[in-house]
């Protein structure tokens, strides 16, 4: 179990540029989701995945989000022009177990910084 | 309204001591409760889940009164390791499957 992997862990961006972000989910597991934190707040759901299907998606997943999952596995995350506000860190979880017994497990998450 | 609320504190207190956080969140119908801690610029982390007849993992307790909506960690013999966040987590099944995060308790143990 080699845990949720993340790339890269930091962006730097000028506004208006596109970006995108890898996670690897830990190895089995079929529910991926993707969260925004920003300082002093908890982390924000933007979106999730069952395997490869796109179940969820929050209201502040605007059209300039997208998220994929294509073959079940690893997920991106584009944004794109780029806005300060998107300036955030952008985490990365994944789960096994549906129901009652579902845990989330946190990959490193990327820092993105738009200027 | 916001579907959990924490006290954002900070706590500030001396090594050795208890310490105990709450959480409130708004949805009756949730059906799974979580503590996560999340040090300063680190990834959330599971700490423990929380059940209705309560539950303790060493030093840590949770509980959970599904009456008042009410989820608390209790903390005893703090160490100085402890300092962080610790971050009050609802799944709120019914309205899709999203886990809904506080804001966030901070916590520091002096030495």
């Known amino acids: 179990d080699t845990g949720v992997s993340q790339d890269p862990r930091h962006k730097i961006t000028k506004r208006g540029q596109n970006v995108t972000f890898r996670c690897d989910p830990i190895?089995?597991?079929?529910?991926l989701y993707w969260y925004r934190q920003t300082l002093g707040q908890g982390p924000e759901f933007l979106t999730y995945?069952?395997?490869?299907?796109?179940?969820?998606k929050s209201r502040l997943l605007s059209d300039r989000f997208s998220a994929e999952r294509p073959k079940g596995s690893f997920s991106t995350l584009e944004i794109q022009r780029t806005e300060q506000g998107d300036s955030a860190m952008y985490l990365c979880a994944s789960s096994r177990e549906a129901g009652l017994n579902e845990k989330l497990f946190f990959g490193s998450g990327t820092q993105l910084s738009v200027l | 309204r916001k579907e959990v609320e924490q006290d954002p504190g900070p706590f500030n207190v001396p090594e050795g001591a208890t310490v105990a956080f709450n959480c409130t969140y708004s949805?009756?119908?949730?059906?799974?409760f979580f503590w996560y801690r999340q040090d300063c610029r680190k990834e959330p982390k599971l700490l423990m889940s929380?059940?209705?007849s309560g539950n303790e993992d060493g030093r840590f307790t949770a509980q959970l009164n599904r009456a008042s909506q009410y989820i608390s960690l209790l903390i005893r013999d703090s160490k100085l390791s402890d300092s962080a966040t610790y971050l009050c987590v609802v799944n709120g099944r019914n309205t899709g499957n999203q886990f809904y995060f506080g804001t966030g308790t901070s916590l520091t143990v002096i030495p």
């Open positions: 995945f069952q395997n490869e299907a796109q179940l969820e």
């Open positions: 190895s089995e597991h079929n529910r």
């Open positions: 929380v059940y209705s």
């Open positions: 949805n009756s119908a949730s059906q799974s």
